[in-house]
């Protein structure tokens, strides 16, 4: 409005580069929030003036070295760059707003403000990307957030970089054009056709990240940490591994992936959300299918476990959301990471707060963890030289208000050279049959909770729902009795009882399920209080 | 049950002079011949330098403050001169002046009669699993049948008598090298608080005493006094433990020794003993057989396992023939849950407990 004023009020001369008055044009792109993302209008100003470029905004370092990528880009593809006093503003100002993302709107709202494209079709589009010196369109995180932020905008087509175009289409109702380069921008404003997507490349559109599947075949022995995978796997249950180092922990864990009912279309948008802006997903991949796994090295620190920064940003455990999140040589891990674990576990979401903003991520995970069953590693064959306090130190790193979140604790002995030579017990595929099935049967029995799965269940549910007959009542008593259960222990037990009954195809809980389950709960407090 | 002036002062004087006692047992001064001697002779031996300020304190001591004391630590005190102050202690010279006592102050009583004796379980801090098993065991087997078990609370072999003890209510007895009140190890909190609950903690220092490392052998003379037969399990050759045998053997009390792998450094000081002549102890029966004398009382041994239904009966025999994990017993998941499934219905049945790693330990 006022642009237009001011440069009615004076004379304007035919050249639009001639005449010194002022020239706006605003651009639509979106800043990264959380995983949602905010519109942000670009507006540049062209004035008289000694050249100049200032970009404001709240800008982060890599807003502010936008302006060196955006001069060259926008010379190197033809284009003049306007020999005037620029200012380029991000609104809302109080907004903060970080990363390359804002190149290829401030290029376009330039563009735009100096007439090379057509101002009025500048409007329909938002635009988002990154540019390189040559002008080209580079790879950005969070496109997906971006898309779903356009399309609740109401605004008709979002421009992207190629390479994310496919991410971005995910969102339905939305046209989305994949521009090479900032040539290709241009091309489009001025009415050109907008390209197809580019064809899903098998090598690299469904991929995670892993180079393979990895595949439950390639274990040897291990019978009972393989069914325990699998109890786990069903009722989506929290899993301690214990044992000496080399025995397989990790190689297990790894596979439970494999034994995962695929995610469903909206839980793997969920999960192509969190890794797209948190900058994991790979150049061409537009869907993360398999479920994650995350495995991050025992020094992590909080914020890298559970998220933060100063945008925050998803840390492992969003990651691992609708996946599996590793902690192998749990009793390494910092006391305040674990600490920070704790609250997402039991809510399955984080809440980060900054100043007066709250940006919560989501994370429903499986927790796998895996420790030495003391500090020599040898616990429970004559070699072992651990000392009772040696092994009470050990308990002590290791419990805590985590332990109480996992329902079963799996013992891993060396396999025997008979089991390497024999061949492998089952497949992922065998077992992820079974698994499907058990869980069929738990959304079933919890339609009307909104849950999914066994492991969620409350004590008020395990009452309700987990019918256990008088035999399997009588064991379960009886060790409660005995002191080696705690209450929450017994809560545990009932829970896994549940999913082996489930995958055993039984509606009641009888004695064997119960059985089972307390072979494999942990060691509670309880025992071992008293004496050895 | 109450404690004389005269005693309470000595007890004092003793605490007072915790630090001079470690110096001289340093300069190889016997411990139960200091503790011999009467409160004039102590302090001139020890007290050197600070003999006046001692003794002012000594003359000066008020009865009532360390009995206000006592109560506010919820322990008893008896003293030599009371009639229930065991009698197998009082025989010696080094006696403690009074025992303070946390818990049932009748445990102590039931120990004067001898038709109950008391048992000593000793041994190792770092003793291995099979070794608690069977300090556990015996423990058990020996309250079961009314014996009191005595021990020092230590970690190891010392916890787990008294933790198989308390397993079947039976009367056991704890001597420590501190106050009564005071948990040391500080780790087996939990095991002080069961103990005072039902049975009894005893020592000859007063509320709030720190031990020093001379208590430790004078709580052994303790122990070995109490019991008419002291079992070591698991000894390494410089261990504590054997100090107590030998203060037992002093005292003309039985000794006996669980014996152990001879490959095992953390046997080879039981092991000497039975090459010196203990007794060998393999179970609660052998323990019984002499403290009570032969076929006086049978140990409730663990349940039989003919009780059992065939395949369980197999399980159990493969677990003592030292396949003990579930790895070792099955083959395919399938075998792991049946297999998981009867070990856990023996844990329930008392005849295996979970051992460390996955182990399943015979229950003695």
């Not at chain 1, 060259?72 to 503003?89: D, E, H, K, Y």
């Not at chain 1, 786990?232 to 922990?249: C, R």
């Not at chain 2, 190889?28 to 006046?52: F, M, P």
């Not at chain 2, 002080?192 to 003379?221: D, Y």
Request: charged share 20%; glycine share 10%; hydrophobic share 45%.
């Amino acid at each position: 409005m006022f642009a237009h004023e001011s440069s009615q009020s004076r004379a304007v001369p035919a050249h639009p580069w001639t005449y010194l008055g002022l020239v706006l044009a605003r651009v639509t792109t979106f800043a990264i929030d959380g995983l949602a993302s905010r519109r942000v209008a670009v507006e540049v100003d062209l004035r008289s003036g000694l050249p100049a470029f200032t970009i404001v905004g709240r800008g982060d370092a890599a807003v502010r070295e936008s302006r060196e990528r955006v001069h060259a880009a926008v010379l190197n593809s033809g284009f003049a760059f306007p020999q005037r006093r620029i200012t380029v503003n991000l609104a809302p100002a109080h907004l903060r707003k970080v990363g390359p993302g804002f190149d290829l709107a401030t290029a376009c709202g330039l563009l735009a403000a100096s007439e090379q494209v057509p101002a009025s079709n500048v409007d329909r589009w938002a635009v988002f990307g990154e540019l390189s010196l040559g002008g080209d369109l580079r790879h950005c995180r969070g496109v997906l957030a971006v898309a779903q932020g356009a399309r609740r905008a109401g605004i008709e087509g979002l421009i992207v970089p190629r390479e994310c175009a496919r991410e971005a289409a995910l969102v339905d109702g939305l046209v989305i054009a994949g521009a090479a380069s900032l040539v290709d921008v241009a091309a489009l404003l001025r009415g050109g056709r907008v390209p197809d997507l580019p064809a899903d490349d098998p090598a690299t559109g469904n991929r995670s990240g892993e180079a393979e599947q990895l595949d439950l075949g390639d274990v040897r022995g291990h019978a009972s940490p393989i069914r325990a995978l699998t109890i786990a796997a069903a009722g989506a249950h929290n899993l301690l591994l214990s044992g000496p180092p080399g025995t397989g922990k990790t190689m297990l864990a790894r596979r439970l992936p494999s034994i995962l009912p695929p995610l469903t279309r909206g839980e793997a948008i969920d999960v192509t959300a969190i890794h797209s802006v948190a900058g994991k997903m790979l150049s061409g991949m537009s869907l993360v299918q398999r479920r994650p796994l995350r495995a991050p090295h025992h020094t992590i620190s909080p914020a890298g476990l559970v998220g933060g920064g100063a945008l925050p940003s998803p840390g492992e455990a969003s990651l691992a959301h609708h996946g599996v999140l590793f902690l192998d040589e749990l009793s390494e891990f910092g006391r305040s990471a674990l600490e920070a674990l704790r609250q997402p576990l039991e809510d399955g979401v984080v809440a980060i707060v900054r100043g007066q903003r709250t940006v919560s991520f989501p994370c429903r995970f499986q927790l796998v963890a895996s420790t030495n069953p003391c500090p020599c590693g040898m616990a429970g064959s004559p070699r072992c030289q651990c000392s009772e306090s040696d092994m009470a130190r050990h308990r002590r790193k290791l419990s805590g208000p985590l332990l109480d979140r996992i329902d079963l604790l799996v013992n891993m002995q060396r396999p025997t050279t008979e089991h390497l030579r024999a061949s492998a017990l089952t497949t992922s595929e065998v077992v992820l049959g079974a698994v499907c099935e058990a869980r069929e049967r738990q959304a079933l029995r919890l339609r009307d909770t909104g849950l999914l799965t066994n492991a969620d269940l409350t004590p008020r549910l395990i009452r309700d729902l987990v019918r256990v007959d008088g035999a399997g009542l009588a064991s379960l008593h009886r060790s409660y009795e005995n002191g080696d259960l705690s209450a929450r222990g017994h809560d545990r037990v009932l829970r896994v009882a549940r999913t082996i009954a489930d995958l055993d195809g039984s509606d009641g809980v009888g004695a064997s399920h119960i059985g089972e389950a307390l072979g494999l709960r942990q060691h509670d407090a309880l025992d071992g209080a008293l004496a050895a | 049950m109450s404690a004389c002036d005269a005693c309470l002062r000595r007890t004092a004087l003793v605490a007072s002079l915790s630090g001079h006692i470690e110096r001289a047992r340093r300069n190889r001064r016997h411990i139960s011949e200091l503790l011999s001697l009467s409160d004039e002779r102590l302090l001139s031996a020890l007290a050197g330098d600070r003999r006046g300020e001692l003794e002012r304190r000594h003359l000066s001591f008020d009865a009532d403050v360390a009995r206000a004391r006592i109560d506010d630590a919820a322990l008893h005190a008896l003293c030599r001169h009371d009639r229930s102050y065991p009698g197998q202690l009082a025989q010696s010279a080094d006696a403690p002046a009074v025992l303070h006592v946390a818990g049932d102050p009748g445990r102590l009583r039931a120990l004067g009669h001898d038709d109950m004796p008391a048992v000593a379980i000793v041994g190792a801090r770092r003793a291995g699993q099979e070794g608690l098993e069977i300090a556990r065991g015996l423990g058990r087997g020996l309250a079961a049948a009314g014996v009191t078990v005595v021990s020092g609370m230590a970690l190891g072999i010392d916890s787990a008598a008294h933790a198989g003890a308390l397993e079947v209510g039976g009367p056991t007895l704890s001597v420590l090298a501190g106050g009564a009140d005071v948990s040391y190890p500080a780790s087996k909190r939990a095991l002080h608080r069961a103990l005072i609950a039902t049975q009894a903690v005893i020592s000859e220092m007063p509320p709030g005493f720190c031990p020093v490392r001379w208590c430790f052998p004078a709580r052994n003379r303790m122990i070995a006094g109490l019991a008419s037969l002291t079992i070591v399990v698991e000894a390494t050759e410089r261990s504590g433990s054997l100090i107590t045998a030998e203060l037992a053997q002093d005292l003309g009390r039985a000794v006996g020794a669980v014996p152990g792998s001879t490959l095992a450094p953390r046997a080879a000081g039981s092991n000497a003993l039975l090459r010196d002549g203990a007794l060998v102890i393999r179970h609660a029966q052998d323990a019984l057989d002499e403290a009570l004398g032969i076929g006086v009382a049978t140990a409730t041994a663990g349940r039989a396992c003919e009780e059992l239904d065939g395949s369980l009966r197999a399980l159990l025999h493969r677990v003592e023939d030292g396949c003990d994990t579930v790895e070792d017993l099955a083959n395919s998941p399938a075998e792991a849950q049946v297999v998981l499934c009867g070990l856990s219905e023996l844990e329930l049945l008392g005849f295996l407990r979970r051992g460390p790693a996955g182990h399943y330990v015979r229950r003695a």
